[in-house]
């Protein structure tokens, strides 16, 4: 799935219908949150970022759940 916004191709990569959708900028790889209805916000700025912070959370979480 796919969805324009302001001239900007995005591929779709989660959806909450109603809420927002996490999607894939076709021009640059970078990953945005676009809000039903709002002004798309810059998440990451490739799914490799994204990604790599999703690991440092969960370790951090992990850790975390430890003491």
Request: include cysteine.
């Amino acid at each position: 799935m796919e969805r324009t916004v302001d001239g900007a191709r995005y591929a779709l990569v989660a959806v909450d219908p109603g809420l927002s959708a996490l999607a894939l900028r076709r021009d640059d790889g970078s990953l945005w949150c676009l809000p039903e209805g709002g002004v798309p916000h810059l998440v990451n700025s490739s799914v490799e970022a994204f990604v790599a912070f999703n690991r440092a959370y969960e370790e951090a979480a992990a850790e975390a759940a430890a003491y």
